[in-house]
């Protein structure tokens, strides 16, 4: 069992940055590979970053990539999701979840695991 903990959301104009941090509880962090999910009002849940078991594999929705950074820390049992150049279209709660599954193939809502309960993100224009 592992339970995901999302902080760091809030309000930004567009143009500035925020970081999501996801805290994991257990001991077997480093067996999940770590997705960042984000989900608008009236929209599905997407996927909008994902990371491997170890941190050396990554991947990006074309919407983020060049402004998002996903990372991760198993020895904090964290993961990250740092926003850099927000735009009003990134408005939305994010959440993080855990699959077993390899990061690559995991796409969707239902390859994940586990769920946080979300951390909401605000850009202003």
């Known amino acids: 069992q592992v339970q995901l903990v999302e902080s760091g959301g809030g309000l930004v104009q567009a143009g500035g940055s925020l970081r999501l941090s996801c805290a994991a509880s257990?001991?077997?962090?480093?067996?999940?590979?770590m997705a960042w999910f984000r989900q608008a009002p009236g929209k599905e849940r997407d996927r909008v970053a994902a990371?491997?078991?170890?941190?050396?594999?990554?991947y990006y929705a074309d919407s983020v990539k060049g402004r998002f950074t996903i990372s991760r820390d198993n020895a904090k049992n964290t993961v990250y999701l740092q926003m850099n150049s927000l735009k009003p279209e990134d408005t939305a709660v994010y959440y993080c979840?855990?699959?077993?599954?390899?990061?690559?193939?995991?796409?969707?809502?239902?390859?994940?695991?586990?769920w946080g309960q979300g951390t909401q993100v605000t850009v202003s224009s």
């Open positions: 979840a855990a699959t077993g599954k390899y990061f690559s193939g995991a796409t969707t809502v239902a390859d994940y695991d586990y």
């Open positions: 257990g001991r077997t962090f480093s067996r999940y590979a």
């Open positions: 990371i491997s078991r170890t941190g050396r594999g990554a």
